[in-house]
């Protein structure tokens, strides 16, 4: 092995198992509340796996649990190239967006979220925080 490759597999050693193994793992890190470790390993099964939306769902989740916004924006943003019309992926970014202080766009997203799936009260509730932040802020 060359040794480039060699420093580069010592700095990020690759997760024991298989994809659907290190998504089972980064899902119990979650629950466990460990989004960190969570996202990092969903990001590598992320990497393996691009197309799967489950996997990037669930790191979505645990990079907006890490407090990682933009990384959490950036793939909830993803998921909603891949399906528009998914209302967790719009309430994810809303609230991601909000979290980041970009409150025009977190307000679009859960305006989304909220027409999609009125039945949901929680998204109605997180448009309206919103909606009132930036009410406040254009006072």
């Given at each position: ?121 929680h998204y109605a509730r997180a448009l309206r925080s919103i909606r009132a932040r930036l009410q406040r802020e254009t006072a």
């Amino acid at each position: 092995m060359p040794e480039a490759e060699h420093s580069r597999d010592a700095a990020e050693p690759t997760p024991d198992g298989d994809v659907y193994e290190w998504y089972q793992r980064g899902l119990q890190l979650l629950t466990d509340r460990n989004p960190d470790a969570a996202a990092t390993l969903l990001a590598r099964a992320s990497a393996a796996e691009p197309g799967s939306r489950s996997i990037r769902e669930a790191l979505a989740r645990a990079q907006y649990d890490a407090g990682r916004y933009q990384d959490a924006i950036d793939s909830f943003t993803t998921l909603i190239a891949l399906n528009p019309t998914d209302d967790y992926a719009q309430f994810g970014l809303g609230l991601a967006a909000g979290r980041a202080g970009e409150l025009a766009v977190a307000a679009e997203h859960l305006a989304l979220a909220a027409a999609m799936r009125p039945d949901l009260p929680h998204y109605a509730r997180a448009l309206r925080s919103i909606r009132a932040r930036l009410q406040r802020e254009t006072a």
